[in-house]
C-alpha cells in the first residue's frame, strides 16, 4: 500500500517533489493516523527556504500542523484507538511546563522541522505527540489549531491571562492574529487590529474587532492613543518583529504585556529602554506552547464555539499555489486538504 506526500531533498522551494511512499506500520507506543487536512505557517515557508538552520534528514517532509483518523495502534499504545479524531502538536514531547533544554540550548525540536513533517496521506508516531480535536470543528478546521491557535492562546490565556475589559492589540490579520482576535473578544477584552489593508480591516471588524487602525494612513501608535484615551494597550501580540517591537513599546499602557512572535522583519528585535522601563512592561517570548495547553484550548474551543478562519483551501498536490498564496499574505489560515 501506497501513500502520496510532499518531500525535499535538499533546502529550496524548487528542491519540493511530490510523490509516492510506502504507508508505514505504527511501532512499539505509536499510532497509524491518515491525515485529512494540513495547515501552512510563515514558519513552513521558512523551514522548506532556508533550513532555518535545523538538522534537517533528507528525504524530508515539510509541515507541523495536521488534524486527521487514527487508523491502527501500535503495541502498548493505548491513548486513542482507531475512529478517534486527532491533531498534531507543533513540539512533541513539550506535555507541560518549560520545555526541555538549558540556557546554552533552548530547545527547537518541532514537527515539519527537527522532525519529519505531516504533508503526508498517513504518518506513523508515538501517541503523545497527539492530542484528540475539537467535537466542534471539522478536520481542515481543527488542523489550524496546534500552532497558530495555540501560540494565541498560550500568549493570551496561559501566560497573559486576559481579563474583561482590558486592551488587546493584534498586529495583521494572519491566522495567530485572527485567532487573538477571536480568543480575546472570547475572554471579554477589546481589541485592536493593525494593518496595512483597508479591505482585512474591514473583515476583522466584521469579525469583532472593536476598532481598526489602517497603519498606512499615519502614525498608529498616535492612533492607539486617541482610541484608548492615552492608556494603550494592556497586551500585545507582536507579530512583525525586528524593530518593530519598537513602536510596539510606544503603544504599551502601563505594566503591559507584549508577547514576541513572530519575525517578519527578522530575527533580532529592537526598542526603546527608557519606556520599556519606566511603564514596568513584561516582554514575553512565545515558542507556541505545551500538549497541556494545547487541550485545554480544544476544550475552549468547544465551549465558546470558537471557529478559526480559514483564507483559502488546496489540494495536496496543489501546494505550490498554496505556497504562492503564504507569499503573498492571507486573511486567516491556508489549509492543505489530501483531496
Known amino acids: ?15 519540493l517533489s511530490f510523490g509516492t511512499a510506502a504507508i508505514p506500520d505504527p511501532g512499539p507506543g505509536e499510532v497509524l493516523v491518515k491525515v485529512a487536512a494540513v495547515s501552512l505557517n510563515y514558519r513552513d515557508k521558512l523551514v522548506i527556504e532556508t533550513g532555518m538552520g535545523l538538522p534537517l534528514t533528507f528525504p524530508f517532509v515539510p509541515a507541523s500542523d495536521m488534524a486527521g483518523s487514527v487508523v491502527a495502534t501500535g503495541p502498548g499504545a493505548d491513548r486513542f484507538k482507531p475512529g478517534d479524531r486527532v ?16 540556557a546554552r540550548r533552548p530547545p527547537y525540536k518541532t514537527l515539519g522541522g527537527f522532525h519529519q513533517g505531516v504533508l503526508s496521506e498517513y504518518i506513523a508516531v508515538p501517541e503523545s505527540w497527539l492530542a484528540a480535536s475539537p467535537a466542534s470543528l471539522d478536520d481542515e478546521e481543527a488542523s489550524t489549531l496546534p500552532c497558530a491557535g495555540l501560540t494565541a492562546w498560550f500568549a493570551l490565556a496561559e501566560r497573559a491571562q486576559v481579563r474583561p475589559g482590558e486592551t488587546v492589540l493584534v498586529h495583521g490579520t494572519g491566522g495567530v492574529a485572527l485567532f487573538g482576535l477571536a480568543i480575546a473578544r472570547a475572554q471579554g477584552a477589546e481589541v485592536i487590529v493593525v494593518s496595512g489593508s483597508a479591505e482585512k480591516l474591514a473583515r476583522a471588524k466584521a469579525l469583532g474587532a472593536t476598532h481598526v487602525v489602517d497603519r498606512t494612513a499615519g502614525n498608529w501608535v498616535e492612533a492607539v492613543y486617541a482610541l484608548t484615551g492615552d492608556r494603550g494597550a494592556d497586551h500585545i501580540l507582536e507579530i512583525v518583529g525586528g524593530a518593530h517591537l519598537g513602536r510596539s513599546i510606544e503603544a504599551a499602557a502601563m505594566g503591559g504585556r507584549i508577547s514576541v512572535i513572530g519575525v517578519l522583519d527578522g530575527f533580532e528585535v529592537s526598542g526603546p529602554v527608557g519606556p520599556l522601563m519606566l511603564k514596568g512592561l513584561t516582554v514575553q517570548g512565545i515558542g507556541v506552547g505545551h500538549r497541556r495547553a494545547l487541550e485545554d484550548f480544544v476544550r475552549a474551543v468547544d465551549r465558546l464555539a470558537l471557529k478559526p478562519v480559514i483564507g483559502a483551501r488546496y489540494g495536496l498536490a496543489e501546494l505550490p499555489e498554496a505556497l504562492a498564496a503564504l507569499d503573498r499574505g492571507p486573511f486567516g489560515k491556508l489549509v492543505v486538504t489530501m483531496g
Not at 500500500?1 to 528542491?15: E, L
Not at 507543533?90 to 526541555?100: E, H, Q, R, S, T
Open 1 to 15: 500500500m501506497t501513500m502520496r506526500r510532499w518531500t525535499m531533498d535538499a533546502i529550496g522551494r524548487d528542491r
Open 87 to 102: 491533531i498534531s502538536t507543533f513540539i512533541p514531547g513539550w506535555i507541560d511546563g518549560l520545555n526541555a533544554g538549558n
